[in-house]
């Protein structure tokens, strides 16, 4: 469920959730046959409808070097095979664990749900339609367990289209020693949104939970995350992403989670306005900081957070996209189109 991704390649937002419900509690009413008790690494896989894709994400789990491990997934009232999946393998496979949701309350109260029931002394989340290299839990562990300053470490993103690997990901550091300059580079560098579906100790992502159901969700997550301790990326293993998958522009993904459309129109300074709220008295992972500290990151991320380019694309193609529809219309739409790349806008 990713923002930043509407600037790349969209490819974040895994699921198509449908029409989202305003409940975003953690809790889900059916949990199905438990693995072995104090797992060291939970995973947890919120999905929708996607059987097929979700198959190769829980293979991917299951078949990682480090084995001590369980797969926790959320599934938000499918309405494909992934019931009959998930519950025949749990039947065979102690590791993984299944919560069905009755009805689908929207991806934010998935996530929520999937975070509250991970209990390994590490957590991670995969989307339902990513896989992971063999040993990236084992090489992501081994980099936190060897650098106590980590607190996340996540693998580099391969992209790949039909197949194909199209690109590699972006990497980001973040190790600065005070919270508020990793905070303030996060905000400014975020692209991919990598660091979101890193591997932490549990308890530094229950302190950046909930996800909330606002545009930028992943952002305060990972800033939030970020504001703990540092964070890496590895490109010594990889997650595996596809490109074309559901989309995530930013209209889609207002739709997707119940918000007002004009959203859509101005989302960086909705963004904005949620790191605001969420550094300056919402989120408690900035309570260590002081109020005078917290509101002057908050108004620094807010800043950084908004990327002026996008935000004028956003406001003025709608009214340009319908121009063509008008008697020489088309000229102008190619001319704005024209002068947009040139202005390096992300089209």
Not at 159 to 172: A, F, I, T, W
Not at 246 to 265: E, I, M, N, V
């Amino acid at each position: 469920m990713s923002v930043a991704d509407t600037h790349v390649d969209a490819s974040h937002e895994r699921s198509a959730y449908g029409k989202p419900a305003p409940n975003t509690s953690p809790r889900a009413p059916h949990v199905d046959a438990l693995p072995p008790n104090s797992p060291l690494v939970s995973i947890g896989i919120p999905t929708y409808s996607r059987a097929a894709k979700l198959e190769r994400a829980i293979r991917s789990v299951l078949g990682q070097t480090h084995a001590n491990l369980e797969v926790v997934i959320s599934d938000n009232a499918s309405e494909d095979d992934t019931e009959a999946f998930c519950r025949a393998l749990c039947a065979r496979e102690p590791r993984v664990r299944y919560l069905r949701s009755p009805v689908n309350r929207g991806p934010t109260a998935n996530f929520n749900t999937v975070i509250h029931e991970l209990r390994g002394d590490y957590a991670m989340l995969l989307s339902d339609d990513d896989w992971l290299d063999p040993d990236y839990v084992a090489t992501c562990l081994a980099e936190l367990r060897e650098a106590p300053e980590l607190v996340l470490a996540c693998g580099i993103g391969r992209y790949l289209r039909d197949g194909d690997v199209v690109r590699s990901g972006v990497e980001m550091r973040l190790e600065q020693d005070s919270s508020r300059a990793r905070v303030l580079a996060y905000v400014r560098d975020v692209d991919e949104n990598g660091l979101f579906y890193g591997l932490m100790e549990r308890g530094v992502m229950h302190n950046a939970a909930p996800l909330r159901n606002v545009l930028g969700n992943d952002w305060l997550l990972a800033a939030a995350i970020a504001a703990q301790g540092k964070a890496t990326t590895l490109t010594a293993t990889s997650i595996n992403r596809e490109l074309d998958g559901t989309s995530a522009d930013f209209a889609k993904l207002c739709a997707t989670l119940g918000l007002p459309g004009w959203q859509a129109r101005v989302p960086h300074l909705v963004i904005a306005w949620q790191l605001i709220a969420d550094i300056g008295w919402r989120a408690p992972a900035y309570r260590d900081l002081g109020p005078l500290a917290r509101a002057r990151l908050a108004c620094a991320a807010a800043w950084a957070a908004v990327r002026w380019r996008s935000l004028i694309w956003h406001m003025t193609m709608p009214s340009f996209a319908a121009l063509r529809r008008r008697r020489g219309g088309r000229r102008l739409w190619s001319l704005y189109l024209w002068l947009a790349r040139r202005a390096g806008s992300n089209l």
